[in-house]
Structures are given as C-alpha cells and as structure tokens.
C-alpha cells in the first residue's frame, strides 16, 4: 500500500500541495509568529505556497489576522517577507 501524502491548503491562492513542498507559519503557545522551516515548531501552524505572489498576498490581504484570530502587526508581515527572500 502506497504512503499517504499529507496534502496542505495554501492560505493565499487556497491551492491544495503536498505538505512538504509548503512554507509553515507558526504562532507559537506564547504569541509569536515566525516561519517554520523544520515544520516541527510546537504551535498554530498554517501554510503557505513558496511562490512570491503568495507571500506578498499575505500582508496584502491581512491573511494571518483570519487564520490565528489575532492582530498581527504589519513588522511581522515584513520580517516573514524577508525571510522567505533570505530562504530562497
């Protein structure tokens, strides 16, 4: 029997991927928001396209607002910004 592959939905074009081709962005038990590169970080996780276009909707859209039901400030959008370009 074939191994299951975890499928992940991104939150910007809401395409369906295989997990391990996603960023994760976590929200950490004490509030903090980060990129996820290992995908093991204890938290709120939710996931992402490794495309451009995604991670700039992400600010565009305020997308983690909706997904961790929170106010994320802008510094936050920016630093994950610069660390997908600094990943890449």
């Known amino acids: 029997m074939p191994k299951k592959i975890p499928m992940r939905t991104c939150i910007a074009c809401r395409q ?5 081709e996603m960023l994760r962005i976590v929200r ?7 990129l996820d590169f290992s ?3 204890p938290g709120r996780g939710a ?3 490794s495309s451009e276009e995604c991670v700039k909707l992400l ?3 305020k997308l983690l607002h909706k ?3 929170a106010a994320v400030p802008d510094e936050v959008y920016r630093r994950i910004e610069e660390e997908f370009l600094a990943g890449k």
């Open 28 to 34: 950490s038990p004490a509030g903090e928001i980060s």
């Open 16 to 20: 369906e991927m295989p997990k391990r």
């Open 59 to 61: 600010a565009k859209r």
């Open 39 to 41: 995908g093991r970080l």
């Open 67 to 69: 997904t961790f039901s």
């Open 47 to 49: 996931y992402i396209c």
